[in-house]
């Protein structure tokens, strides 16, 4: 094997490793704002709407006001990564955790390598290799091990669980396309910015024409902010300017599963969550699937 990654590459691997490990922390700030009182809409729609403010501040202090001129097709690429892989996304795998618990919901959204595989192959050409398809195929055996422990139960299973969770992982899995598509017309800070007030719009409006009320209180805001700002804000922030420098984006979800881990670790030190030998040969497996995608076979695969 030799290393497939040029210098620039490397970067952008290692900034979307960054960002996908700062999305493990996720769970220590929804944890936080649920034992305040906050529903899903009210924690998903405060995460986009202090995302957006926090991103809108920083994008005038480092390029003015006229960064956010940009072309129609710009703006609806930024619409497009808003509605679905923040808004949608966050409803569909909220309704999936209803209908069939957080472990699964969790082992469906990790199969979003595959569907960017798969996307990447039809919208960019990019090759499925016999490397790349054994990365995949780990990659989502470890996310599942590392989250359930070897233990699934499919008794008394919800049909529309499994399909929410599966659409929630397609959403997911469109993050490096938009993203890529994104970032190849405008910088990462206008980006995040556009597709974060297009998110908060999409899921305000999906609150009111579902009767869901959005309560907001001084403790749930504080927890919200820190929630836009550290793993949102800046964690994509890193993200997006990895994925613009990926060629690959069949390569980008399976860097980004590092938040299986950290959230795993989290679990077991912030909640003391119990973690079994199977979830630590998950984490094991997922770590090893990421080393693989950095090499490729020096022989014709």
């Known amino acids: 094997m030799k290393n497939a990654m040029v210098p620039g590459e490397r970067r952008g691997g290692a900034e979307v490793f960054i960002g996908g490990a700062m999305w493990g922390c996720i769970g220590v700030f929804v944890t936080k704002m649920s034992e305040y009182g906050a529903n899903s809409v009210t924690v998903s729609f405060l995460r986009m ?21 940009t072309d129609i097709k710009t703006l609806a690429a930024c619409a497009l990564l808003g509605l679905v892989c923040h808004g949608i996304y966050n409803i569909f795998y909220s309704l999936a955790i209803v209908k069939t618990g957080v472990t699964i919901s969790a082992v469906l959204l990790n199969v979003a390598p595959v569907f960017t595989a798969l996307t990447s192959r039809l919208l960019f050409s990019e090759k499925i290799t016999k490397l790349k398809s054994a ?6 055996a470890g996310c599942i091990l590392a989250v359930t422990g070897g233990r699934i139960s499919l008794a008394g ?11 929630a992982g397609f959403c997911y899995s469109l993050t490096a396309i938009f993203g890529k598509i994104c970032g190849n017309r405008t910088n990462p800070f206008v980006m995040s910015t ?24 001084p403790p749930i805001a504080l ?32 860097y980004a599963s590092v938040e299986t881990v950290v959230a795993a670790v989290l679990g077991v030190a912030v909640n003391h969550e119990s973690i079994g030998f199977v979830n630590i040969i998950g984490i094991a497996v997922v770590i090893i699937s990421i080393a693989m995608m950095n090499y490729k076979l020096s022989f014709r695969d």
């Open 49 to 69: 709407l202090f995302a957006f403010g926090i991103l809108a501040l920083f994008t005038v202090v480092k390029y003015g006001v006229s960064a956010f001129r």
């Open 135 to 140: 990365a995949l195929i780990i990659n989502v």
């Open 157 to 167: 299973m919800s049909l529309a669980g499994i399909l929410f969770g599966a659409a």
């Open 194 to 217: 556009y597709s974060y007030l297009f998110a908060a719009l999409f899921l305000l409006i999906f609150a009111g024409s579902s009767g869901t009320a959005v309560t907001v209180t």
């Open 223 to 254: 927890w919200g902010f820190l929630y836009a700002l550290i793993p949102t804000a800046i964690g994509y922030l890193i993200y997006y300017d990895g994925v613009g420098r990926i060629r690959e984006s069949s390569r980008v979800p399976v």
